[in-house]
């Protein structure tokens, strides 16, 4: 079944990129770019959601540029924090069981506080988002 999703995820994206750069070099119209099939198969472009993703907007007078600062840092805590308890290395139960050890041998360690505060930091991620 994950085989399967993976297989029409990629036909999605190959399909929606190929698209695009169709309509890119023809210059087609925006009228029939605008139909669904279109807006459906734009949607999956790869070429279209990388210059999204990639896109910096100027920052106004009226944002906090520090708050960017704590967003990259609260991604790198929580990429650090799933790799630990979900990581390839380790199977999940292993880990769970792991941490509950851990966490009761070293709660006063200074290392290891990151990893027991770390779902504190997913709700904090989630209010400046």
């Known amino acids: 079944m994950a085989i399967a999703i993976f297989v029409v995820s990629i036909t999605l994206v190959s399909l929606g990129s190929m698209y695009e750069l169709i309509i890119n070099l023809a210059n087609i119209e925006n009228e029939y770019i605008k139909s669904k099939v279109s807006v459906v198969l734009l949607a999956f472009s790869a070429i279209r959601n990388t210059a999204k993703l990639f896109h910096v907007r100027e920052d106004r007078e009226e944002t906090l540029s520090a708050i960017h600062g704590m967003r990259v840092l609260s991604m790198f805590w929580i990429i650090i ?10 199977k999940v139960l292993y880990t769970f069981k792991r941490l509950a050890v851990d966490s009761l041998h070293n709660p006063s360690r200074w290392d290891y506080q990151p990893l027991i505060n770390a779902f504190l930091l997913v709700e904090t991620f989630f209010f400046l988002g």
């Open 81 to 90: 924090g799933h790799t630990y308890c979900f990581g390839g290395f380790y």
